[in-house]
């Protein structure tokens, strides 16, 4: 059983860069059987997908994120983190780790991932 946990501060100020870090336990980052991605839902709005970090090392993010997003991974730690740089308000969230066998760029509904983190909320104000 894969279980992800997503950790990291809930307030942030605009401005500032904000970083998620997802821990998976049951599998590992590093081989091929998952993707890792992130996404996110802003309130009364739909999931947006963030972007994703392969197992193999392979980097995609969504077009209207990539200016601003990254995902990194600790593999001694088995983690990915996200980044996102200069938050506005309109990046408070609630923010998804997930795991999928089949690499979908943009995959935003429940059945298309195998597991998910509980989500953590994220909220930007001053």
């Known amino acids: 059983q894969v279980q992800l946990q997503e950790s990291g501060p809930g307030l942030v100020k605009p401005s500032q860069t904000r970083s998620l870090t997802c821990t998976v336990s049951?599998?590992?980052?590093?081989?091929?059987?998952?993707?890792w991605s992130w996404s996110r839902q802003p309130p009364r709005q739909g999931r947006e997908w963030m972007g994703v970090r392969t197992g193999s090392g392979s980097a995609y993010y969504s077009p209207t994120l990539k200016s601003r997003t990254s995902i990194s991974r600790d593999k001694s730690k088995n983690q990915f983190t996200l980044q996102l740089l200069t938050v506005t308000p309109e990046d408070t969230a609630v923010y998804y780790c997930?795991?999928?066998?089949?690499?979908?760029?943009?995959?935003?509904?429940?059945?298309?991932?195998?597991?998910w983190g509980q989500g953590t909320q994220v909220t930007v104000s001053s």
């Open positions: 997930a795991a999928s066998k089949t690499l979908i760029l943009g995959a935003t509904e429940t059945k298309q991932y195998d597991y």
């Open positions: 049951g599998a590992s980052i590093t081989f091929n059987s998952y993707d």
